[in-house]
């Protein structure tokens, strides 16, 4: 099962309120898409993404390009912690992942 934590719920609204005001609801709708491909990818094989160099708690996917994603693979679920836009400072990625 993957759940998500509060933190990733926010950032990804932020990013597809981003999206939305940037380049309209198709690419919303593409995009969530591709998230729910990606969660489904994970659920059906947690270990699929590289552990994250900064943390090896957490493993980084990726859903595109620009956007990351970072979750904890435990005995009974997979937990997302956060969906990251990768033009933001990586400072701020490693306070949130402490």
Same mark, same amino acid.
């Given at each position: 099962?993957?759940? !998500?934590?509060?933190?990733?719920?926010?950032?990804?609204?932020?990013?597809?309120? $981003? &999206? $939305?005001? +940037? !380049?309209?609801? =198709?690419?919303?709708?593409?995009?969530?898409?591709?998230?729910? =491909?990606?969660? @489904?990818?994970?659920?059906?094989?947690? /270990?699929?993404?590289?552990?994250?160099?900064l943390? =090896?708690?957490? %493993?980084?996917?990726?859903?595109?390009?620009?956007?990351? /994603? $970072?979750y %904890?693979? $435990?005995? @009974?679920?997979?937990?997302?912690?956060? /969906? !990251? @836009?990768?033009?933001?400072?990586? +400072?701020?990625? =490693? +306070?949130? &992942? +402490?």
């Amino acid at each position: 099962m993957v759940i !998500w934590t509060s933190v990733a719920e926010a950032h990804y609204n932020a990013i597809l309120n $981003y &999206l $939305y005001e +940037k !380049w309209g609801i =198709k690419i919303v709708n593409n995009f969530i898409d591709e998230v729910e =491909k990606t969660m @489904n990818l994970i659920e059906n094989n947690p /270990f699929c993404f590289q552990e994250f160099s900064l943390n =090896k708690y957490y %493993r980084k996917g990726f859903i595109h390009e620009n956007v990351s /994603f $970072y979750y %904890r693979v $435990y005995e @009974n679920e997979i937990v997302v912690h956060l /969906f !990251w @836009n990768n033009f933001q400072n990586s +400072k701020k990625l =490693k +306070k949130l &992942l +402490k």
